[in-house]
């Protein structure tokens, strides 16, 4: 089945599935066997950074392959790219879904570059994800978030013709300082005014029923990537407190594992009206 064909069947329903990064062969495992346990299907995603540490073929042999062995359904997402010519290899290597990020830029000049993307990736059919409004990133500059005004969406969902949206309403990216709140109202504004498939990203620490809530209004991909990287080096930070063992064979399966553990409870929280 086609991820877009996936998306659409689950934006009907009010549901939504995950989309959690992976990082190397251990993470994508952790992912994909906790996918395998609770029997639902995945989104695997890269971004530019893991795509430049694995090398992309390597990166999507591992995706394909892993899920094949696992006998699970995945769908593989460029995430979070400000290169066309990188968009433009990830699609040629059959990336199911692409994200093209100009959010750091003005309305004029996204609309622009994702309309190229659009065109770019429409031979090929697959998902083309744009972001509108600023999700705020720790490495970036921009710091604050700019919340997504729900008719710039509907206008720039209209003259882009792309398929997804990240909406900014107040998640963000990296750990949160207290408690965050999405502002479900702009959510429903945006769901009533566009057709897409709505995506949240910045869902690490966000409250299970807030998660939930949003799936309810509108939000069909659910992105998780810092608690994978954070419990992946947490695990293997504890064990070196107390260990020597420089077989990485005897280490690497307990973080593996408590990977498979975090995203078992992620696909749960999100899957739960599913
Ligand atoms: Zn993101």
Not at 8 to 35: D, H, M, P, R, S
Request: include cysteine.
């Amino acid at each position: 089945m086609k991820l877009k064909t996936k998306l659409q069947q689950l934006q009907k329903e009010n549901k939504a599935i995950l989309a959690a990064n992976f990082y190397n062969l251990e993470t994508c495992q952790g992912i994909v066997k906790a996918a395998k346990a609770v029997n639902q299907s995945i989104i695997l995603q890269l971004t530019p950074a893991s795509i430049s540490y694995m090398g992309l073929k390597t990166a999507v042999a591992i995706a394909r392959t892993v899920s094949q062995q696992e006998n699970i359904v995945s769908w593989l997402h460029l995430d979070h790219c400000s290169e066309i010519d990188l968009i433009k290899s990830c699609l040629d290597e059959g990336f199911d879904s692409v994200m093209i990020d100009a959010s750091d830029k003005s309305f004029d000049e996204n609309l622009s570059i994702t309309k190229k993307v659009v065109e770019l990736a429409k031979s090929f059919d697959v998902n083309v994800e744009a972001e509108l409004g600023y999700v705020s990133k720790p490495e970036s500059d921009v710091e604050i978030n700019k919340f997504t005004e729900p008719t710039d969406a509907k206008n720039f969902v209209l003259q882009t013709g792309v398929s997804s949206l990240a909406v900014a309403i107040g998640s963000k990216h990296g750990f949160y300082k207290g408690t965050p709140k999405l502002d479900i109202e702009r959510l429903k504004q945006i769901k009533k005014l566009t057709d897409v498939f709505l995506v949240l990203h910045g869902a690490s620490g966000i409250p299970s029923e807030m998660l939930q809530n949003a799936i309810h209004n509108g939000i069909t991909k659910v992105n998780i990537a810092t608690e994978t990287k954070d419990q992946f080096m947490k695990s293997l930070k504890e064990i070196f407190q107390n260990s020597d063992e420089i077989d990485l064979r005897k280490i690497f399966p307990f973080a593996v594992n408590n990977v498979q553990k975090l995203i078992e409870e992620k696909i749960k929280i999100i899957t739960t009206s599913n």
